[in-house]
T-cell receptor, first 117, second 114 residues
């Protein structure tokens, strides 16, 4: 149980294009999903919190107009990197929060490696 | 600024030994504590969660929590080379505004030598 998928697992795009990443909770409903970014040999950095049916909450320093988040259903959140540039190349990881059991536990997707040329 | 501190390592232990990973946190209001394992190039995988003071055992893993000292640890018994990874300590962000957000430590890199 508590499986989270991401698609695509990797993507290479040209500078200036937009890339959409999907995050799905496969066997549970997630009212809250999180988007993280991880640069090589660095820790996870929370980008935004995605709540089903409402606007995402962005962390300080993260451009909401560049990183568009849509959480249209209880099992799907999408992150769109608009007008991507080489500095956006990173490992993007989503997680979904499960309320089953005691406490709120986050389960991570396998990640999407984005390379912007 | 709420913080979760971990020794970055690398921590090197011989195969079969006990690996001890430590974590301290700054927010006294935190109630949920997690250990994740992250292999290079992969996303984090949940190993253990702990919510009450004391020990919690799951197979070769034991999590220990001491809220008074704001300290949580992970012991790995009979360490195997396959345990070699970065271990992330995570603590819930108990500010009420973003309940359920996790604050991650930078991780401790564990290397188990055959």
């Amino acid at each position: 149980g508590a499986v989270v998928s991401q698609h695509p697992s990797w993507v290479i795009c040209k500078s200036g294009t937009s890339v959409k990443i999907e995050c799905r909770s496969l066997d549970f409903q997630a009212t809250t999903m999180f988007w993280y970014r991880q640069f090589p040999k660095q820790s996870l950095m929370l980008m935004a919190t995605s709540n089903e049916g409402s606007k995402a909450t962005y962390e300080q320093g993260v451009e909401k107009d560049k990183f568009l988040i849509n959480h249209a259903s209880l099992t799907l959140s999408t992150l769109t990197v608009t007008s991507a540039h080489p500095e956006d190349s990173s490992f993007y990881i989503c997680s979904a929060e499960s309320s089953a059991g005691y406490g709120d536990t986050q389960y991570f997707g396998p990640g999407t490696r984005l390379t912007v040329l | 600024q709420k913080e979760v501190e971990q020794n970055s390592g690398p921590l090197s232990v011989p195969e079969g030994a006990i690996a001890s990973l430590n974590c301290t946190y700054s927010d006294r209001g935190s109630q949920s504590f997690f250990w994740y394992r992250q292999y290079s190039g992969k996303s984090p995988e949940l190993i253990m969660s702990i919510y009450s003071n004391g020990d919690k055992e799951d197979g070769r893993f034991t999590a220990q929590l001491n809220k008074a000292s704001q300290y949580v640890s992970l012991l790995i018994r009979d360490s195997q080379p396959s345990d070699s990874a970065t271990y992330l300590c995570a603590v819930n962000n108990a500010n009420g505004g973003s309940q359920g957000n996790l604050i991650f430590g930078k991780g401790t890199k564990l290397s188990v030598k055959p």
